[in-house]
């Protein structure tokens, strides 16, 4: 079985355990999602789709499990695009805890990144209708849909932790 798929049959696994009625559209506390992924934006892709259906079947409805998957897709997408990585090399861990608010926490292995990199960013100037940027707006939607964002070097690893309302 490929690492992905135990990953996420284990994160089913403790869903299910954690979920006792599973017929109501809100999320019970204590859901627990444990990924691990190639540092690629294909598996970034992969692995946030996944994320968002574990979220609905853990109890969220669609609306908010779009959000944290969004939150999650930019967060990991930027360590992927800006890291100290090759495209696939590289692993990054993402846990999911829910409770009275939501926790991402996107660990890896890459270089150490100056904190100051994920504090808020001025909102992006957009000059006209015509001709929009393709990228620069990560962070600021980050920002904008998470209450708190921190980053740590802890040992040899990154850490982002992103805090936000279920």
């Known amino acids: 079985m490929p690492e992905n798929a135990a990953a996420r049959t284990g994160a089913q696994d403790r869903t299910q355990n954690r979920i006792q009625d599973r017929t109501s559209n ?17 598996s970034v892709r992969e692995t946030c789709r996944r994320f968002e259906a574990d979220l609905i079947g853990a109890g969220f409805e669609a609306a908010p499990a779009g959000r ?22 590289g692993e990054l861990r993402l846990e999911f805890s829910s409770g009275r608010r939501c926790r991402l926490r996107i660990a890896d292995r890459g270089s150490p990144v100056p904190a100051s990199v994920f504090r808020k960013p001025a909102p992006p100037v957009i000059e006209g209708k015509v001709g929009l940027p393709e990228g620069g707006f990560g962070l600021s939607i980050i920002h904008s849909l998470s209450d708190e964002v921190r980053y740590m070097r802890r040992g040899q690893e990154n850490v982002l932790d992103i805090v936000l309302a279920p």
């Not at 809100?26 to 294909?42: E, K, M, S």
């Not at 944290?68 to 090399?89: F, P, S, Y």
């Open 68 to 89: 944290v998957a969004l939150v999650c897709a930019e967060a990991l997408n930027n360590v992927v695009e800006h890291g100290q990585h090759a495209e696939g090399a």
């Open 26 to 42: 809100r999320p019970q506390p204590g859901v627990v999602l444990f990924y691990t992924l190639p540092a690629a934006l294909l």
